[in-house]
């Protein structure tokens, strides 16, 4: 049997470590959202979020930011879509500390590495008037539209 170099044996423990890791843990909704994922957050009340250009950051160890623009309130993921690392708020963005990713108050990748935008999760307003988070289903960018992606503010 042929010996294998020390390159080659690396190159193979890494490509087994990744298919490993990949098999393991594949990126989810729970990967997404973080903990709590596939559950429902209650977020509190049209109150809480007062003025356009809000964005909460009390739901970012759940890893969801909740974000009031343009008469809306929409809930997204508070994780890049470049290595999944938990987004900081910077004024009317979100930074990622890691790779220097930039999303717009809408979820907009605005700044590279990341190229894909922030999904957002659907969100209701229950009986008592608060704000339901729905973490097991998600909106991409092209269905933002869609109205169990954002609750109106009128």
């Avoid at 470590?17 to 393991?24: D, F, L, M, N």
């Avoid at 009340?45 to 008469?71: E, Q, W």
Wanted: proline share 5%; charged share 20%.
């Amino acid at each position: 049997m042929d010996q294998m170099n020390r390159r080659d044996f690396v190159k193979a423990a890494v490509a087994a470590a990744a298919a490993c890791a990949c098999i393991s843990c594949p990126l989810s909704s729970e990967a997404l959202a973080g903990p709590g994922a596939g559950g429902t957050i209650d977020v509190g009340t049209l109150t809480d979020y007062p003025t356009d250009g809000t964005i909460s950051n009390k739901f970012l160890s759940r890893r969801i930011a909740v974000i009031r623009n343009g008469g809306k309130i929409y809930a997204t993921t508070a994780i890049c879509t470049h290595k999944q690392s938990v987004l900081k708020i910077n004024g009317n963005e979100f930074v990622c500390p890691k790779h220097g990713s930039h999303f717009s108050i809408d979820g907009t990748a605005t700044h590279g590495p990341a190229k894909n935008s922030l999904v957002r999760f659907e969100i209701t307003k229950n009986d008592a008037g608060h704000l339901i988070v729905n973490t097991a289903k998600s909106f991409p960018e092209k269905s933002w539209s869609d109205p169990a992606s954002f609750v109106s503010v009128t």
